[in-house]
């Protein structure tokens, strides 16, 4: 048998394998890409790209690339409910950080806007540039086993060319599996799941039809179509219409009535019912391709197993609601690469590693509960519409009640709206987007003497974004200026200094060249570089955002891990360079295992 020795085995090339792949070059890590697939995405899948994914992406230094490439907000503006495409409309919210009412607490909280990013589009991208900084590609390669050779710690994995037959050894010291929601890396290693069975069936239908008429005043990412006026297939209970290219390119999801466990509807049928969606027989329809998926409620209870981390969908498998998916997916990566590019390095021991699943299955099962809970609201609000009515005179009945001047109708009206507001957690969660608290051993918040803030009233904690330098929070956006800037030089963010492969300390005033001194003992020690930024001195708080935000005294310290997290603060206190020195040695020495 073949043999293949590298230093990270990835398998599956999509949102996670591709940018962790891409994520590790950025620390000289090099390895193998595998997947069964012969190319990227065909089709659009996941798309929308959050303000935190794209400040992963900014770090990486392709934010400029993807953002070109995607549809920026203020064409993703509404999300409707409604008839058809072009009939009646029941609703319309505002969507993505479009809220008046939002919108500045969105632009205050971070340097990157979201936008719609199709899968299709974004997995090049990062495959591009993990292949031109030394990680390889396979299409048509399955993965099948594993094992970690106990004496080495390296992983043993066999792995099947499709075209040939031929199976090959690959020896890595790491695997990772990004194999999607039928995960063989995760069977292989046992991790345990929790699944809840049931979810149904959905079909994806992509197509070309130039909507641009039907958009002119009503630009929105997602269309809720519920087409009252005769009964619909077993198929399609409600269809979910997206846009992919402003306006000539879509996909309809339609989620299947319940019970139903196969589409036996042919291609013809399924193209009439996208035209009776549209509502305008005038409308000229290419479809592009037709898939079916199961939704999902499954999450690991475990994320890895010696030298094997699994993430994306591999371990997190949710409906699309939110718009979560790939968003953690990418977020799952950017967590693990910066760890095993420590480790490779040798500035940090393997134990580093233990907090990947410690920081980043929270995270999934949350958003797995959150999307699901999500789904929920939905079913209550398409019950309300009359949608799982197979009648469709009595279905028109129950959605002329909400126009009624009568106690039912009134009651009907109060319940649809807040059902709506309800849905708010989906159009504009940014604090399940935002509010990620790390705790594990790659934090030290025993210098805290108190608990991590939190909202007062849990609900709010899905809608609003929570800012704080605690240590486990992610690094607070300011907007900056260097102190000798002239009027042509760009703003750059607190973001921008942290980051770039490297842990970053952020001091103030008087505090600069204590923190020097402490960064040079840990270089000393540890053999690691701490960049030492003074806000005050080497850049100005121009809009005093960070003033508010840092919650340190002017000569204390913000120490910043490479994925721009907050892992220790120091408020002030010791004069003399020893005392911050040892500190921040202890500090290093205890996140980094050594």
Not at 237 to 244: E, K, L
Not at 357 to 377: D, F, H, L, W, Y
């Amino acid at each position: 048998m073949a043999r293949i020795e590298t230093d990270v085995l990835i398998v599956g090339a999509g949102p996670a394998g591709a940018s962790l792949g891409c994520f590790l070059a950025r620390y000289g890590v090099t390895g193998l890409i595998i997947s069964k697939t012969s190319s990227t995405a065909r089709t659009p899948r996941a798309h929308y790209t959050s303000n935190a994914t794209f400040e992963c992406l900014r770090d990486a230094g392709l934010e400029y690339e993807c953002r070109n490439a995607a549809t920026p907000k203020e064409l993703i503006k509404f999300y409707r409910f409604c008839h058809t495409m072009a009939g009646e409309e029941l609703s319309r919210s505002y969507y993505a950080g479009n809220d008046p009412n939002r919108e500045g607490e969105y632009k205050k909280a971070t340097p990157c806007e979201q936008a719609d990013l199709p899968q299709s589009i974004l997995e090049p991208i990062l495959l591009r540039v993990a292949t031109q900084n030394g990680f390889k590609l396979r299409w048509d390669y399955e993965f099948l086993t594993c094992h970690e050779d106990a004496e080495t710690g390296k992983v043993h994995s066999t792995i099947r060319d499709l075209l040939s037959g031929e199976e090959i050894t690959v020896v890595s010291n790491y695997l990772c599996g990004a194999d999607g929601a039928h995960s063989v890396v995760a069977r292989a290693v046992q991790l345990p799941f929790r699944d809840t069975p049931g979810g149904g069936l959905a079909l994806n239908v992509w197509f070309e039809a130039d909507l641009s008429h039907l958009m002119a005043h009503s630009p929105g990412l997602i269309h809720m179509l519920i087409k009252p006026d005769k009964p619909q297939p077993d198929y399609c209970a409600i269809a979910i219409t997206r846009q992919v290219k402003p306006f000539t390119e879509w996909v309809i999801s339609m989620l299947a009535k319940p019970g139903v466990t196969e589409v036996t509807a042919d291609r013809d049928e399924i193209v009439e019912h996208v035209k009776d969606l549209i509502g305008d027989p005038t409308v000229q329809v290419k479809v592009k391709g037709i898939s079916t998926w199961s939704i999902k409620d499954c999450y690991a209870e475990e994320y890895s197993r010696g030298s094997v981390f699994c993430l994306g969908d591999a371990v997190h498998r949710h409906p699309p609601f939110n718009g979560l998916g790939s968003n953690t997916c990418i977020q799952d990566a950017y967590n693990l690469a910066w760890k095993i590019g420590y480790v490779r390095k040798g500035l940090a021991s393997p134990l580093l590693l233990a907090s990947f699943n410690a920081e980043r299955q929270p995270v999934g099962s949350a958003v797995v509960k959150r999307t699901n809970k999500t789904g929920k609201i939905h079913a209550e609000l398409f019950s309300l519409m009359g949608v799982f009515e197979s009648d469709p005179i009595k279905k028109q009945r129950i959605l002329e009640q909400l126009g009624e001047d009568t106690e039912e109708g009134a009651k009907s009206r109060a319940s649809f709206q807040q059902l709506i507001a309800d849905l708010d957690t989906e159009r504009h969660g940014f604090g399940i987007e935002m509010n990620q608290l790390y705790k594990s051993n790659a934090v030290w918040a025993g210098d805290e003497p108190n608990p991590p803030p939190c909202f007062s009233n849990p609900e709010d904690s899905d809608l609003h974004y929570l800012e704080s330098t605690y240590p486990g929070f992610r690094l607070p956006h300011a907007w900056l200026r260097r102190t000798k800037a002239t009027p042509d030089d760009p703003m750059i963010s607190t973001h921008d200094l942290a980051g770039k492969e490297h842990f970053t300390i952020l001091t103030g005033i008087g505090g600069k060249a204590k923190w020097m001194a402490a960064s040079k003992r840990v270089w000393e020690d540890l053999s690691i570089e701490i960049p030492v930024y003074s806000i005050g001195e080497d850049y100005r708080d121009v809009f005093y955002d960070w003033s508010r935000k840092k919650n340190i005294s002017e000569r204390g310290a913000i120490l910043v891990r490479p994925d721009r997290y907050i892992a220790w603060r120091y408020n002030g206190g010791g004069q003399d360079h020893e005392d911050h020195s040892g500190r921040l040695v202890k500090v290093m020495t205890r996140i980094l295992g050594r």
